[in-house]
């Protein structure tokens, strides 16, 4: 199988997928980004590959879906090369959870406000790179388990 037969397959898997929209440059980034950066550096080809491109598309559709974070992805994505499962019985088997709880990221972007009041200040003064600040201080506390994206909004309404 030649590496745009993978891309075809993955593609097709991908759509079957109920998203709001198909990203297929998401499933573009991750095929020639992440995994070719896996295959060049474990020096395999497409047919080497453990992991189907059925697999493969059902990570990328848990990122586009906004079920898993891309940094928890790339993890996933490194244990899928190894074993070839799919990732939910890999996040299932490691105890990886994406937190989409409300209320408990919203206790975490309250903690994360608290502890950087200069960050806070900057925010408010126009500075963006603040927001990525703190963004990242809570992506921190939940070790890449929650959505950067729900958690930006989250920060956006608490600091009006």
């Known amino acids: 199988m030649a590496f745009a037969d993978y891309f075809e397959q993955a593609a097709s898997e991908f759509k079957t997928y109920s998203l709001p929209t198909t990203d297929y440059q998401l ?8 995994l070719r950066g ?17 697999h493969f598309a059902h990570l990328v559709a848990l990122v586009a879906e906004g079920k898993l974070s891309s940094r928890l992805a ?14 939910e019985i890999i996040m299932k088997e490691s ?15 309250g903690e994360v406000i608290k502890k950087n009041p200069k960050a806070v200040g900057d925010y408010k003064k126009g500075k963006g790179n603040a ?8 992506m921190a506390n939940t070790k890449g388990q929650a959505s950067p994206e729900k958690l930006r909004g989250l920060f956006e309404k608490k600091m009006k």
Do not use: H, W
């Open 27 to 34: 499933l573009c980034n991750y095929l020639t980004s992440d």
């Open 38 to 54: 896996l295959m060049n550096e474990k020096g395999t080809d497409v047919t080497g590959l453990k992991m189907t491109p059925e």
């Open 74 to 87: 790339k993890d996933l994505l490194a244990k899928m090369f190894e074993t070839g499962e799919d990732p």
């Open 95 to 109: 105890g990886v959870r994406v937190i989409g709880d409300e209320s408990e990221l919203d206790k975490i972007v």
């Open 131 to 138: 927001l990525q600040f703190l963004v990242g201080q809570a």
